[in-house]
């Protein structure tokens, strides 16, 4: 979902956003097509992660782990079907603003989790596997520019949310494993000791 910013929701501002009056002031206006809104939108998250990272620092001891990972998935997510969806430039950049929080709120736990679970011995085979997850997500995010010119707006939006709900699942059986008496480090080499012929 990540990726999609740079593919179909992009191309689906190009082409469906209207041209329109973003702001105005004594005369002066700022008129905004599609691929203009698509730069603010950028802008918006970028300035606001670089801002947010410095604040994250101050929510572990405040904010369970699983809530900050849950949450920002879910607030992530429902940004991103916001974006699939509307054409109002406003709302659109509250959705950046929404879904900036939620990824900068999540980040810290999902880096942590492989931390957890990885056995020191085989962590260049479990990051080479891991760093998979980048390549996989360009190739559905390249999939969605062709299924978008099939499926509508809404229709994108909902495969979005159902794309949230199956991270949250994951993440979930994620943190089972880490709880679990034979998880983190130990339970991940056995289960590679396992798996060795």
């Keep these: 979902m990540e990726m999609q910013i740079g593919y179909c929701i992009a191309v689906r501002l190009a082409r469906e956003f209207p041209r329109r009056t973003l702001l105005s002031a004594d005369g002066w206006r700022l008129d905004v097509d599609g691929v203009a809104v698509l730069g603010i939108l950028r802008a918006v998250n970028a300035a606001l992660a670089v801002v947010l990272v410095l604040a994250v620092k101050t929510l572990p001891a405040r904010v369970p782990e699983r809530l900050r990972l849950y949450g920002g998935i879910g607030v992530f997510t429902a940004g991103h079907m916001v974006w699939a ?32 679970l990885i056995d020191p011995g085989a962590r260049t085979e479990y990051m080479a596997a891991y760093a998979l997850n980048a390549r996989i997500g360009l190739l559905v995010a390249a ?13 994108m939006s909902l495969l979005y949310g159902t794309a949230g709900a199956a991270a949250v699942l994951l993440y979930r059986s994620v943190f089972t494993v880490r709880a679990s008496p034979r998880g983190g480090r130990e339970g991940a080499r056995d289960d590679l000791t396992r798996q060795s012929p």
């Design 85 to 116: 969806l509307s054409d109002v430039g406003w709302v659109l950049i509250a959705a950046a603003v929404l879904l900036t929080f939620g990824d900068v709120a999540s980040v810290p736990v999902r880096q942590a989790l492989p931390a957890d």
């Design 143 to 155: 999939l969605c520019v062709t299924l978008g010119a099939f499926v509508p707006a809404l229709g």
